[in-house]
């Protein structure tokens, strides 16, 4: 079945730099990878996908970048800031391209200070 | 729309004891599933459904049942509460229709689960 990868499990940065985290998937008919921010005690909430089509998605402050041939996306945040502080989850769609399951990473920690 | 809503919010059980986790969805979505999260584990797929009656095993699903009655229901039941059960479990729920590559997922609010 499919696995994700997640790294770093950790991240800090000083306000204002930029944060990258990284995923890798092994299904290779995954088309569909969201990215989700779980801010504590919170629930998951989607913060940007980009599908199989697309090598590059931007929304302000925020991209996702996928490279299907090796396998890997990556989140990339610019600017941050403290209310960025979060746990963030990489995804990639498994089985059935049509069935919505989505496979998640093990979560990264970024902690942004001040 | 209350979106997707989850019963009980904490729960406590004994080892042993059996309960039923709700979850509802007013979305009028085809797709819901159950996670868990563990410290360090992220989230893990236990079951899903793609529709009323269609139901399907995840990374996890052992311990646990599920059914899908209704488009809106998608209950989970744990059999005999192990203390390995004791973790936050989400349910979330999509749109999907035949060709479209998956959608965006809904979580709602956990249900803290604690089994002794």
């Known amino acids: 079945g499919e696995n994700v990868e997640q790294h770093p499990s950790t991240l800090s940065v000083q306000e204002g730099d930029s944060a990258v985290i990284k995923c890798t998937y092994s299904?290779?008919?995954?088309?569909?990878f969201p990215w989700y921010k779980q801010e504590l005690g919170k629930r998951p909430q989607l913060i940007i996908d980009i599908r199989s089509n697309v090598g590059e998605k931007k929304d302000q402050r925020i991209a996702v970048t996928l490279n299907k041939t090796a396998k890997h996306f990556s989140l990339h945040i610019t600017e941050t800031q403290p209310e960025d502080s979060a746990v963030y989850f990489c995804?990639?769609?498994?089985?059935?391209?049509?069935?919505?399951?989505?496979?998640f990473g093990q979560g990264t920690t970024l902690q942004v200070k001040p | 729309n209350a979106g997707v809503t989850q019963t009980p919010k904490f729960q406590v059980l004994k080892t042993g004891q059996s309960m039923t986790l709700q979850c509802a969805q007013d979305?009028?979505?085809?797709?819901m599933s159950w996670y868990r999260q563990d410290p360090g584990m992220g989230l893990r797929l236990i079951h899903y459904s793609v529709g009323a009656g269609i139901t399907d095993q995840g990374e996890v699903p052992n311990g646990y049942n599920v059914s899908r009655s209704t488009t809106e229901d998608f209950p989970l039941r744990l059999l005999s509460a192990a203390p390995s059960q004791t973790s936050v479990y989400f349910c979330?729920?999509?749109?999907?229709?035949?060709?479209?590559?998956?959608?965006?997922?809904?979580f709602g609010p956990g249900t803290r689960l604690t089994v002794l």
């Open positions: 995804a990639a769609s498994s089985g059935s391209s049509n069935t919505g399951k989505l496979i």
């Open positions: 979305m009028n979505h085809e797709y």
């Open positions: 299904d290779s008919a995954s088309n569909y």
């Open positions: 979330a729920s999509s749109f999907w229709t035949s060709g479209r590559r998956g959608g965006t997922q809904y």
